[in-house]
């Protein structure tokens, strides 16, 4: 039997030709003759974009879905051309990737690895994506790389920030462009340490799954290093609501700052517990109690409304940045929709045009020329400075912001400010701190 | 001690909240003998009835501030509320702040009135179908309920804080003789457990001591014994589907300011109030108050990280630990009737 | 045949067709046509057909015969999953060890559980059913992060020792096979501008689904099957009929439970990928909503439920605007438009919602599920009414 | 000494005695009638009897060995059946299906996980319920859903599922309990066919004592609790204590 794994758009081109004036059905071994799964025959590629349309996470999904809309437009050469204006690399014409005119298909990942697997699949075997790209979580991002990668496609994750994602778990289809726990820990220490002191005992609630851990221990490391000390480390169920059991002990415990190690729901409802409880009106070892929050969100933050003012975290990107790049970005985001792109947008963005790029560059779609293409390159004018796609572990190094609540927002986007822009070098580490194998890439078919 | 305290005054102010969810149920399910699953879903409206009302009060025009620019450098444009207009800046903030508060006179009659629809619409066509029916319909009905809430309010949680006059927290450790910070409570947490007790409380008078809450007693114990004494139940029971959606529906106006409300915050709910309500005891009101406040309090000492320290994990699975504990222990639950939900 | 009343073989056999000829069935519009969105013939799709179908008439066996509710059946189907998955890990990447071994783990997992949660009945029995799968979610999502994988879950890697198995070839990935028969392989046939996948997972499972579907005809007309039935319609008769409920129950527990694990052996076996929200109750509720909305206590119903379920799911979901501006595109533009944004809210992200108006329209006017459904349009076209149905409508149980 | 020996039995509720001090022996092959006013503790007799309730004190003795302790299925298989107030019968299933259940207890005992054959190719079970059917005069509604029948009917597939066992002692609890006069004769002629073509004890709680007297050879008059009298019909009839009883009861048969 010849092997066809996970494939169709080859075959369906040659299929229809070949079978078109015929009364025999026509046998297709399939597509052994393209040489990688999927590989686009006509005038059009097919690209996925599989984000969560259902559950929490939804509005973020929906925020990444007009990313990938607009990305499609640009690369089809329409609107204003966002940011391939100044993208250092000036391989995409506009006029779609190698010729051929971008078309895509979208899934609901529910934020759930299951369903965004399955979302994945029927994006490649049916439709004949020919990568797939989004995803608001790394539990999705981490399965579907792994389907990627034995499919034979490329991953271009979305929003993940666990460690694990080009960690223990990094797949050679797959890249990501968004930092991680570790440079969110590197950047937040020395902001953390010039405005609070290096005298600081810190209480830690950390979610009870593999992104609070990598999160949890990149703050603490970064974190002790500068002096700090850690006087308890508390993990919360990630299907905990109210949060105020976990609040309440804080200050009992004599620690003077409270950081949350929770993203989403988990986050807006453990701020804003913390806050009522006045925990930032007390004062405590003769200094004012503070809160840090390590992963910041634009959605996250208007959840928690004013509750999030002043508070310190790490965030990947943040639409009042005055790059070029970043400028270009929400001009042709914000004309589009009327409101400002969130971080998840602008990574989902990038990833599209990094993809597309890359595939200019390599003048294949194969995945293996793609990743090729990929990897060690380096560029600017995406936002974020000058950026490093690094070969060993396929994770993006950039620029890291430190934002902080805005005190007197004037409108429902206008949350955060930016404190400080860690520069790369800060943030960067050995490849192999983390462990996995990247593998090798596979074309699939 | 100090800590032990503090989880006390948090079992109870999350054991409020669940015995207000599950005694919506329970009297829905003791009435009616029927298995609501939109209960949940009920919770969640009485919750967006806040954001609507604060939506409304900030109800506002806009005019253009050229003195500021947005994000993509064209002039501000500035949202005024309509209550500006109409009684002051000073006034209309205070309006504003207080729209939780207010979402209470808002809610009950908007709660009442879906429910009393629900209840002659679709509930009533299936007192006599399985449980499994139901269960089934009224699980359809909540994901069609949260789906329309969706759709209008979006996914993301929408921060609706309780007037500025109940920010921060009481320090009781002060008061019992502890150092100050040692034992703080927020106002308006404190506010939602007397308000829990007073909904709770309002409840049991309201069965024990009217000629309505006895007709409805004896319907609970004795459905076609009281139909053959000439009494009108069904119109009764339609009033108390009613009743116990603006129960719900009010535990989620004054849980607002507490976790902000999205559309999915009564499927999360929906499961925890199953097992109060079972752990009490099917059909028993009194059981259902004493099982939220067991599992409350439960939950609270197994989120204390000394009790973590030596059982990591167990906050996790505490509720339904207790939830099989005392289901093994006691066949109906803490207060349950023989033979209700049985079969 | 096959030890089967003429009416249940022919049954068994229109399944088998329907399941043989699924890659055309499901196929039914040409490609790159406007309505090539509601194909769900790919493989994918087919094989979680017959996996949930597999999971919902284990599930009914239980849930349909003797009426006791599972809140917590996709905690075997979770630890099926996880067993087989560290048997591909460990072992080989040859599903055959992963699949019966899923079976046996999820049987003694199951016969605990029932042990103890058939202590009680009714709605008592639901909850200690749910609050042993909520248990087993919330610890695999966290503290058993390192057996589970937590929140990323577990994929065969590279570098997993599979002492059966011989070195990969360099740059290889383990893939899930029988007997080197790799469960992603396919064959393709195109005819005009149709075109049908063959794929080789999607009829292992399909073949597996069958041997379960004939097993449960089996045990649905088996002595054993009429105690259950006999469990469900009137315990009390039943002991003072001599007769001990709580082994039967059980044993039916356990059954339904072997079920589920094998589903989740295969679903591994298909798609060499466990997480933890797989034990969910949400899964859970989702088992139980497929054997309503099919049919519960009917041999097919539950197969259709799951069908249903799934289809809406994956389909529908996947409809964007974009798609139904295309479909509508003859249409003038205000109206083409006013269409759109008329369908907008039901299809894509709002699949949820179409869902939920399905519940409720199945349950309201066909008690019966999608398989009373099938029986009134039968009547429609039959030429007699048909008079052994009874006079509320309920479908026989055995049907 | 009795098939079924009931001594120095007691139960109490809470702070209700429903049983005082109960005494009785019933012989085998006899027709024994149970009767009392309302509250008189058949009832609670008759669950004491079949497991569902333990006696507080005394002892049951069924065939030389003690039924207390033992759950209902055990009970039943030690050979003592039970027919209810309020027919119990499989109404999900036909009619044949609820035959053919006590012939496999029978057959079977109480647990046998048979789950890979046809039951209807069971020779032997069908060929035994089919002649129960005939027997009960139910051949022709072989197929009808058991839940649709007649009252009368009911109770009749009950009795017949009940001496598919083939049971030495079968216990009635009011078996005409709401019927119509026409089912009641019926079933009296019934039971009376049972009494004279089996080798069968027959154990009756009844307030219709029309039924009592067409029936019973000894009856027993139980009173709050305890019993009154034990006698044959006709010196029941007259006798004081029992008159003393009912009164203030109305008497449709007496």
Redesign the interface.
């Known amino acids: 039997m010849s092997k066809m794994t996970l494939s169709r758009r080859g075959v369906l081109t040659t299929g229809a030709a070949a079978g078109a004036g015929l009364a025999l059905p026509t046998y297709l071994p399939a597509a052994s003759h393209a040489g990688f799964t999927n590989a686009p025959t006509g005038s059009t590629v097919t690209l996925g974009f599989n984000v969560p349309q259902t559950g929490p996470y939804a509005d973020e999904g929906a925020d990444e879905l007009r990313a990938y809309e607009l990305a499609v437009e640009h690369l089809n050469g329409g609107g204003d051309g966002g940011l391939m204006n100044t993208f250092s690399s000036k391989a995409l014409q506009g006029n779609g990737i190698l010729g051929k005119k971008v078309e895509y298909v979208t899934g609901d990942t529910q934020t759930k690895s299951d369903a965004a697997r399955a979302s994945a699949r029927s994006m490649i075997e049916k439709d004949g994506a020919v990568m797939i790209t989004g995803g608001s979580s790394s539990g999705v991002a981490v399965a579907v790389q792994a389907l990627c990668q034995e499919a034979g496609v490329i991953f271009m994750a979305g929003l993940t920030h666990s460690n694990d994602t080009t960690g223990k778990d990094k797949k050679a289809n797959g890249f990501r462009h968004f930092f991680n726990s570790y440079m969110s820990g590197a950047a937040l220490a020395p902001i953390l340490g010039a405005n609070y002191g290096t005298d600081r005992k810190a209480y830690h609630l950390t979610a009870d799954y593999n992104w609070g851990y990598t999160t949890e221990e990149a703050v603490r490391t970064s974190t002790e290093a500068i002096g700090w000390e850690t006087v308890a480390a508390v993990k919360t169920p990630l299907t905990q609501t109210d949060f105020s059991s976990y609040i309440a002990p804080v200050l009992q415990s004599g620690a003077d700052v409270l950081v949350l190690n929770h993203y989403g729901g988990n986050m807006v409802n453990s701020l804003t517990n913390a806050v009522q409880f006045g925990l930032r009106d007390k004062l405590v070892n003769n200094k004012n109690f503070e809160i840090v929050v390590p992963l910041y969100s634009r959605l996250m933050a208007k959840g928690a409304g004013a509750n999030v003012k002043g508070i310190f975290g790490s965030t990947n990107w943040h639409w009042s940045l005055q790059d070029e790049g970043s400028k270009a970005f929400v001009q042709s985001f914000g004309t589009k929709y009327g409101f400002p792109p969130s971080q998840a947008a602008h990574t989902c963005y990038v990833q599209a045009m990094l993809y597309a790029d890359a595939v200019e560059r390599a003048g294949s779609f194969n995945p293996c020329a793609v990743a090729e293409a990929l990897e060690d390159f380096e560029f600017d004018g995406m936002g974020n400075g000058p950026t490093l796609y690094r070969a060993e572990d396929h994770q993006c190094f950039k620029d890291v912001l430190v934002v902080k609540g805005k005190e007197n927002p004037t409108s429902d986007f206008d949350l955060l400010e930016i404190v400080e822009v860690t520069p790369t070098s800060q943030v960067t580490y050995d490849a192999s701190i983390f462990g996995g194998e990247l593998g090798t890439c596979n074309p699939g078919a | 001690m100090e800590a032990i305290i503090l989880q006390v005054l948090n079992g109870l102010d999350k054991g409020s909240a669940y015995a207000l969810i599950a005694l919506g149920l329970t009297l829905i399910f003791g009435t009616l003998g029927v298995v609501n699953f939109a209960h949940g879903a009920l919770f969640m409206i009485g919750a967006f009835c806040a954001v609507t009302l604060s939506r409304i009060l900030t109800l506002s025009h806009t005019i253009v501030d050229e003195t500021q620019k947005d994000f993509l450098g064209n002039p501000l444009k500035v949202e005024v509320p309509y209550v500006y207009d109409w009684f002051g800046q000073a006034t209309g903030d205070v309006i504003i702040d207080w729209a939780v508060p207010l979402s209470i006179l808002f809610a009950i009659p908007v709660m009442v009135a879906i429910g009393v629809l629900m209840e002659r619409g679709l509930i009533k066509h299936f007192y006599k179908r399985p449980h499994a029916d139901q269960i089934l319909v009224t699980f359809g009905l909540a994901i069609v309920l949260q789906e329309i809430i969706k759709y209008y309010y979006g996914a993301n949680p929408i921060p609706t804080p309780a007037p500025s006059a109940f920010v921060g927290s009481f320090d009781f450790g002060t008061m019992l003789g502890f150092e100050a910070n040692q034992i703080i409570y927020p106002y308006w947490r404190i506010i939602y457990f007397a308000f829990a007790a007073i909904i709770i409380g309002a409840v049991f008078a309201f069965l024990q001591f009217t000629t309505f809450g006895m007709v409805v007693r004896a319907g609970m114990a004795d459905r076609e014994t009281v139909q053959l004494l000439g009494i009108n139940i069904d119109k009764r029971f339609t009033l108390m589907f009613g009743i116990a959606a603006a129960v719900a529906g009010l535990a989620g106006v004054m849980y607002t300011p507490i976790n902000s409300p999205n559309y999915h915050m009564g499927m999360d709910f929906l499961v925890l109030s199953f097992v109060v309500v079972v752990v009490g005891g099917m059909g028993s009101l009194p059981g259902a108050v004493l099982a939220g406040f067991v599992l409350g309090i439960l939950e609270s000492f197994a989120s204390m990280r000394e009790v973590l320290a030596i059982l990591p994990g167990l906050n996790q699975i505490i509720i339904y630990l207790v939830a099989i504990i005392i289901l093994l222990t006691r066949p109906r639950g803490l207060m349950g009737r023989k033979g209700v939900m049985e079969d | 045949m096959l030890g089967l009343e003429a009416k249940d073989f022919r049954l068994l056999i229109l399944v088998a067709i329907l399941t043989m000829a699924a890659p055309f069935l499901l196929n039914p519009f040409p490609e790159g046509s406007g309505l090539a969105q509601f194909n769900a013939g790919y493989p994918d799709l087919m094989q979680r057909f017959v996996i949930f179908g597999i999971f919902a008439i284990g599930f009914n066996i239980l849930f349909g015969l003797t009426g006791y509710l599972s809140f917590g059946h996709a905690a075997f189907l979770g630890v099926g999953s996880y067993a087989a998955i560290w048997m591909m890990k460990l072992l080989t990447m040859n599903v055959i060890p992963a699949i019966i071994v899923s079976v046996i783990v999820a049987g003694i997992f199951s016969l605990a559980v029932g042990w103890i949660s058939l202590r009680r009945s009714g709605i008592y029995f639901s909850i200690l059913t749910l609050a042993f799968a909520q248990m087993s979610y919330s610890l695999a999502y966290s503290v058993l992060t390192p057996i589970t994988g937590g929140e990323t879950g577990l994929q065969p890697k590279v570098n997993d020792p599979r002492i059966l198995d011989g070195a990969l070839t360099e740059g290889g990935t383990p893939k899930a096979n029988l007997f080197g028969l790799e469960m992603g392989s396919s064959i393709e046939w195109g005819v005009g501008n149709w075109l049908f996948t063959f794929n080789a997972g999607y009829y292992v499972a399909a073949i597996v689904m069958l041997a379960a579907f004939y097993l449960s005809i089996r045990i649905f007309r088996s002595p054993f099957g009429m105690m259950l039935r006999a469990v469900k319609s009137n315990q009390q008769r039943l002991n003072y009929t001599g007769l001990n409920a709580k082994p039967y129950t059980l044993a039916a527990f356990v059954i339904s439970g072997m079920y589920a694990g094998l589903a989740g052996g295969l679903m591994v076996a298909m798609d060499t990928q466990v997480g933890a929200e797989r034990m969910f109750w949400t899964a859970s509720g989702e088992v139980v909503l497929m054997s309503i909305l099919g049919g519960v206590g009917t041999l097919i119903g539950p197969v259709l439920g799951a069908g249903a379920i799934k289809y809406m799911e994956n389909i529908l979901s996947k409809i964007n605007s974009d798609i139904l501006h295309t479909w509508f595109a003859f249409l003038p533009d205000g109206l083409e438009d006013f269409v759109v944004t008329l369908i907008y809210p039901f299809i894509g992200k709002g699949w949820h919602l179409t869902l939920g108006l399905i519940f409720m329209a199945v349950v309201i006017f066909l008690p019966g599920g999608l398989v009373e459904g099938g029986q009134r349009i039968a009547r429609l076209f039959g030429r007699k009414k048909k008079s052994t149905d009874t006079p509320d409508g309920k479908t026989t149980p055995a049907e | 000494m009795g098939i079924l020996e009931v001594k120095n039995v007691g139960k109490r509720f809470g702070g209700l005695q429903a049983l005082g001090d109960v005494n009785l022996s019933v012989t085998e092959n006899t027709v024994h009638a149970i009767i009392g006013p309302n509250g008189a503790g058949k009832s609670t007799l008759l669950n004491c009897l079949?497991g569902k309730l333990i006696p507080d004190t005394g002892s049951v003795m069924f065939d030389g060995q003690s039924v207390l302790g033992r759950?209902?299925?055990e009970i039943?298989?030690m050979g003592i059946?039970?027919v209810?107030q309020t027919p119990?019968?499989?109404?999900?299933?036909s009619v044949m299906?609820n035959m053919?259940?006590?012939c496999?207890?029978?057959r079977?005992?109480?647990?046998?996980?048979?789950?890979?054959?046809?039951?209807?190719?069971?020779r032997e079970?069908v060929e035994r319920a089919e002649q129960m059917l005939e027997e009960m005069n139910m051949a022709d509604a072989r197929n009808d859903?058991a839940?649709?029948m007649s009252r009368g009917n009911k109770r009749r597939l009950e009795i017949g599922?009940c001496l598919a066992?083939e049971p030495r002692l079968l216990l009635l609890d009011e078996p005409t309990a709401g019927m119509a006069r026409a089912d009641t004769n019926n079933t009296i002629d019934l039971l009376k066919q049972i009494k004279e073509e089996r080798d069968i004890t027959i154990s009756i709680i009844e307030h219709d004592m029309h039924v009592v007297f067409s029936l019973a050879e000894r009856i027993t008059v139980l009173a709050q609790g305890t019993p009154l009298v034990e006698d044959t019909p006709d010196n029941i009839k007259g006798h004081p204590k029992v008159r003393e009883a009912y009164l203030g009861e109305t008497q449709d048969a007496a």
Not at chain 4, 110 to 118: E, V
Request: hydrophobic share 40%.
């Open positions: 079949v759950k209902p299925y039943n298989q059946s039970r209810f119990e019968i499989f109404g999900d299933l299906e053919m259940i006590p496999f207890a029978k079977d005992g109480s647990f046998r996980p048979n789950a890979f054959m046809d039951m209807f190719k069971d079970i859903n839940a649709t599922m066992q």
